[in-house]
């Protein structure tokens, strides 16, 4: 990357992308894509996205998005600044949407009082190290577009997702422009650059604005050619997978490393949830491997009780998956209890943990328990959730 900058920086040329560097950059791109993709470099992630969904967006329409996704989470709120525009998270244990629940927001549309569902986007590798298969990025475009929406994918961690879902170009293209996605933030800065990202539209219909869109949201940089001499380098001769699969390495070595050591608990491993496990109770889960530290987020855990029980519990560090969002909706608790049920499965201390929770009254889920069927078993709750939502339906 070095060498590659210093090279742009001999002889002159125009400034704002005028130049031969930004030519070949765009001209990687096109080969990457293998189309007439539109390229925008931009200075950072955050400035990537907002332009992304600056794009995107129409009047009054909302961006739909994961709990965890940057743009929610991490951005400092920098997409409804700059946009103005309202941003749905929605629940996910795992940092992925489902088309079910854009399904569930299709009663927005039309309604004049709702801002319009009109852009999903979507993280790969997410925010929790979870990957989307090509087909469930083809599966939400699908939904998206029945419903009119459009369709922005954050890869952020783009060449990670990539090595880990087969390591070729044709990966790439199958997650992206053949699963229907419309607009890609594609990461340079954690694949290696000294900095710099690329918003690549891969709808034709979309780009007309784009090259000014870039200079509203701030993020036309006036010496180019050094991003683009970057991705230049990056693309070319497949060093962008061989640094990715280097860093997925690394990220594995770490979790291994640090699996045993006291103290220290790994997140919730879950990314993609698969069938259960037939000799733990508990479902096998994959990282999307080297999604650098969001792959092997690790929490030093306090253990702050006295009841020596809990130390041995499996749910140390899902926290998430046993105790409701706010205003969570039924076909979410539905999902997290199932996943909650898997893990206490496979705990050894599942029936302490269900006497506990019974004698102290608890919300959540408990012990293979929840706090529905806990109050359905006589221990009972002022208002559980279940039923308070049920009566009041
Ligand atoms: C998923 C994702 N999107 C976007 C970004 C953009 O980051 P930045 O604005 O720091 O370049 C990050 C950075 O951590 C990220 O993890």
Known sequence: MLEAVARANHGHVLAYGDDVHTRACEERFRELFGRDVTTLL?????????????????????V?????????????????????????????????????????????????????PGVVSITQSTELGTLYTVEEVAALCDTAHRLGMKVHLDGARIANATVALGGTIDTLRAFTVEAGVD??????????????????????????????VRKQVTQLPSKMRFIAAQFDALLADGLWLELARHSNA?????????????????AAPPAEWGPASTTTGARPHRYAEGASMAAVEIVVTRLETDDDWMRQAA????????????????????????MARQVCAGCSVQDTCREYARDHHEYGYWGGESEDERHAAGFRLIAPIGVRARSAG
């Open 64 to 116: 739909v998005c994961s709990e965890w996704a940057h743009i929610a989470v991490d951005e400092t709120g920098a997409p409804e600044r700059a946009l103005g525009a309202k941003l749905i998270d929605l629940p996910s244990a795992d940092a992925k949407l489902v088309p079910e629940q854009l399904d569930e927001l299709a009663h927005l549309i039309g309604v004049k009082h709702h801002a319009q």
């Open 250 to 266: 690394m990220a594995t070595l770490l979790h291994d490393l640090t699996a045993d050591i006291p103290g220290v608990h790994h």
């Open 315 to 338: 749910c140390k560090g899902l926290t998430h998956l046993f105790f409701p969002t706010a205003a969570e909706r039924p076909q979410a608790r539905e999902r997290r209890e199932a």
């Open 42 to 62: 931009t200075f950072n992630g955050t400035g990537a996205n907002v332009l992304a969904l600056a794009l995107l967006l129409g009047p009054a329409q909302a």
């Open 183 to 212: 607009i890609v933030s594609f990461g340079g800065t954690k694949n290696g650059l000294l900095g710099g990202e690329a918003v690549i539209v891969l709808d034709p219909a979309l780009a007309g604005p784009g090259e000014f």
